[in-house]
């Protein structure tokens, strides 16, 4: 396993512009997760996906925000007309559920850090 | 609704002694997992231990250790013979099995030498 990876690691963007996240889960996870974490806080959910279908999405997650995993595989989160609020590392993470003994545990990329000026 | 709560915004510990992480939560489910994540200065966040709900039985990892009380649901963990490199954020965080994981505000920890 090659971990979780996210790109880019960092993303610096002008007010009212869209960017896009991409995320690769480990290989085989069928649950992917999207997190955003500001300065000295605890990650706050987002989204999560089973498969292709997203399942939860947050009353954080405005109409700016979009996320697709599609194929079940890599994901991407996309923020629409970028404010200045919207600066934090968007995590992504992994699990699986294929035995009981997953417990559920999540994996974590390394996260993407997005400011906007 | 789940919240998990992490009373101490920082702690320090010095090198080689034990310290004591708290946590506490709060649920209506009778099963879940909890567990201790470490996030050390910008880098990855990776977990040190989890505990199932069903389980009586406190789960170690080497020099981590929890303490669980599920009537009291609190949940801390213990670091024991402290190093410098378990310097990092340190968050308590929840599942129901199947859904998303939620996560304390976070302690942040400083080993000194």
């Known amino acids: 396993d090659t971990g979780v990876s996210q790109d880019p690691r960092h993303k610096i963007t002008k007010r009212g512009q869209n960017v896009t996240f991409r995320c690769d889960p480990i290989?085989?996870?069928?649950?992917l997760y999207w997190y955003r974490q500001t300065l000295g806080q605890g990650p706050e959910f987002l989204t999560y996906?089973?498969?292709?279908?997203?399942?939860?999405k947050s009353r954080l997650l405005s109409d700016r925000f979009s996320a697709e995993r599609p194929k079940g595989s890599f994901s991407t989160l996309e923020i629409q007309r970028t404010e200045q609020g919207d600066s934090a590392m968007y995590l992504c993470?992994?699990?699986?559920?294929?035995?009981?003994?997953?417990?559920?545990?999540?994996?974590f990329g390394e996260g993407s850090w997005l400011t906007v000026v | 609704a789940q919240t998990v709560t992490q009373s101490q915004p920082e702690m320090s510990v010095q090198e080689a002694e034990t310290v004591t992480l708290s946590c506490t939560y709060d649920?209506?489910?009778?099963?879940?997992?909890l567990f201790w994540y470490k996030q050390p200065p910008s880098r990855q966040m990776i977990l040190v231990i989890r505990?199932?709900?069903?389980?009586?039985q406190n789960a170690t990892e080497n020099r981590f250790s929890v303490n669980f009380q599920k009537a009291a649901k609190s949940f801390s963990l213990k670091i024991s013979d402290s190093q410098l490199g378990d310097t990092a954020m340190y968050f308590c965080?929840?599942?129901?099995?199947?859904?998303?994981?939620?996560f304390g505000a976070g302690t942040r920890l400083f080993v000194k030498a």
């Open positions: 505990q199932e709900a069903y389980k009586q």
């Open positions: 649920t209506s489910e009778n099963n879940y997992y």
């Open positions: 996906f089973q498969n292709e279908a997203q399942l939860e």
């Open positions: 993470a992994s699990s699986h559920t294929r035995t009981v003994d997953s417990g559920n545990t999540i994996y």
């Open positions: 965080a929840f599942s129901t099995g199947g859904f998303k994981t939620i």
């Open positions: 290989s085989e996870h069928n649950r």
